[in-house]
Nanobody, 114 residues
Framework: QVQLVESGGGLVQAGGSLRLSCAAS????????MGWYRQAPGKQRELVAT???????TYADSVKGRFTVSRDNAKNTVYLQMNSLKPEDTAVYYC????????WGQGTQVTVSS
């Protein structure tokens, strides 16, 4: 059974930073691609960033240059460093583990005030 627990969300002013963490309780973490997604009110869930088991990363155009995804396989944890936050980054952020099927965390709220 795969469990993902996100943390690190909160309220921040525009221009500020937050670091999200996602801890996975599974022995397949190190061989899985991990992703961060977000869903704003009234909008569909969208991909923010991914990192493969080999460390290759991809980013949505809207966050390139501001967000950085990383992982620590020894800690079964994936991170999302978010800098230069904008009000439009406000959303619930979800961690996802991709291995044969997607596994989702419960989400963490990020609110950026203007």
């Amino acid at each position: 059974q795969v469990q993902l627990v996100e943390s690190g969300g909160g309220l921040v002013q525009a221009g500020g930073s937050l670091r999200l963490s996602c801890a996975a309780s599974t022995n397949i973490f190190s061989i899985s691609t991990m992703g961060w997604y977000r869903q704003a009110p009234g909008k569909q869930r969208e991909l923010v960033a991914t990192i493969t088991n080999g460390g290759t990363t991809t980013y949505a155009d809207s966050v390139k240059g501001r967000f950085t995804v990383s992982r620590d396989n020894a800690k079964n944890t994936v991170y999302l460093q978010m800098n230069s936050l904008k009000p439009e980054d406000t959303a619930v952020y979800y961690c996802c583990l991709h291995y044969l099927r997607p596994y989702w965390g419960q989400g963490t709220q990020v609110t950026v005030s203007s």
